[in-house]
């Protein structure tokens, strides 16, 4: 079995909800946990610290390596539709917590609305 077969994109919070593909929804998973969760939230508490390592993780590398750097600039062209998250979000040298604080910032809220029409709530079963 290849990557390809195994690996998937999630929007964190279901696109059925939020219907894009902004950059700080999607999240690399695999396609069994994608399929598990399907059309649901996964729960916040135990879940976003994992996803906020991961976009973290991927924002550092943006700004460590140009060929990164650049493979982000075409992909947030279509896929980092508001002016303001890009600016608070993918500016230069933001630390852990900054980064993570504004991820919440801009997350939590959709998450939120999500849950108050109906979403439901998922957790890995080990």
């Not at 999240?27 to 598990?36: D, L």
């Amino acid at each position: 079995m290849t990557d390809k077969d195994t690996i998937s994109i999630d929007h964190f919070i279901p696109w059925s909800y939020v219907t894009h593909d902004e950059l700080w929804n999607l999240n690399p998973t695999t396609r069994s946990i994608n399929n598990a969760k399907s059309n649901n939230l996964p729960t916040w508490d135990i879940y976003f610290k994992s996803l906020c390592k991961i976009e973290y993780f991927a924002y550092e590398m943006v700004w460590k390596y140009d060929s990164v750097h650049d493979a982000f600039e075409k992909c947030a062209n279509n896929n980092l539709n508001e002016s303001e998250v890009r600016r608070q979000l993918y500016q230069p040298n933001l630390e852990k917590m900054e980064f993570c604080n504004t991820l919440c910032n801009i997350m939590l809220p959709v998450y939120q609305a999500a849950e108050k029409m109906g979403f439901r709530d998922w957790k890995m079963i080990n």
